[in-house]
T-cell receptor, first 116, second 112 residues
Framework: SAVISQKPSRDICQRGTSLTIQCQVD?????MFWYRQQPGQSLTLIAT?????????ESGFVIDKFPISRPNLTFSTLTVSNMSPEDSSIYLC?????????????FGQGTRLTVV | DAKTTQPPSMDCAEGRAANLPCNHS???????VYWYRQIHSQGPQYIIH???NNETNEMASLIITEDRKSSTLILPHATLRDTAVYYC?????????????FGTGTRLKVLA
């Protein structure tokens, strides 16, 4: 299993500003993902964070709005840029191990972001 | 990516078995079915997963139909603490990596 620490756990931000969310894992993992969960909704995959290269974004998400870094196998950041109230959501980091057998993903507790 | 379909909500009496269905009719032969639950906006918690055989662990059982187009999560003796949103997920392999794509989930309410 993997223990995931996300910081901050919550924040209230002014529109037009940016927030960087950190995800630290207690062990080396192959895959790191970022999800968004809007109020009352399911989780939507934003991107896969790739070590040493640009993240792979899902349809509807762009690097300019959600830049992601992953400098090593245990750490990643997600920045929510130029925020608007529509960005108010829970942002979750998830990690997994590449392989075909018995590989579940693990989730952090999320960062609850409110944009005012 | 395979898509999952779940009923939006279900009720279950405490102590009874909760049977949560999921349809994944477009699943590919090597794609696993995963179940997670989320309690009150906490991070999703892993429950169980399987490929084509039925699986059981200390939390639940997973029954996958022979054609793999649907599955059922069974909580054998539901308690109030099992009240949560349950997500059925197909782990897709695309662009050289695995992705866990969430459906809309089933909100299970266990009643005293």
């Amino acid at each position: 299993s993997a223990v995931i620490s996300q910081k901050p756990s919550r924040d209230i931000c002014q529109r037009g500003t940016s927030l960087t969310i950190q995800c630290q894992v207690d062990s080396q993992v192959t895959m790191m993902f970022w999800y968004r969960q809007q109020p009352g909704q399911s989780l939507t995959l934003i991107a896969t964070a790739n070590q040493g290269s640009e993240a792979t974004y899902e349809s509807g998400f762009v690097i300019d709005k959600f830049p992601i870094s992953r400098p090593n196998l245990t750490f990643s950041t997600l920045t929510v840029s130029n925020m608007s109230p529509e960005d108010s959501s829970i942002y979750l980091c998830s990690v997994g191990y590449r392989g075909d057998v018995n590989t579940e993903a693990f989730f952090g507790q999320g960062t609850r972001l409110t944009v005012v | 990516d395979a898509k999952t379909t779940q009923p939006p909500s279900m009720d279950c009496a405490e102590g009874r078995a909760a049977n949560l269905p999921c349809n994944h009719s477009t699943i590919s032969g090597n794609e696993y079915v995963y179940w997670y639950r989320q309690i009150h906006s906490q991070g999703p918690q892993y429950i169980i997963h399987g490929l084509k055989n039925n699986e059981t662990n200390e939390m639940a059982s997973l029954i996958i139909t022979e054609d793999r187009k649907s599955s059922t999560l069974i909580l054998p003796h539901a308690t109030l603490r099992d009240t949560a949103v349950y997500y059925c997920i197909v782990r897709a392999f695309t662009s050289g990596t695995y992705k866990y794509i969430f459906g809309t989930g089933t909100r299970l309410k266990v009643l005293a």
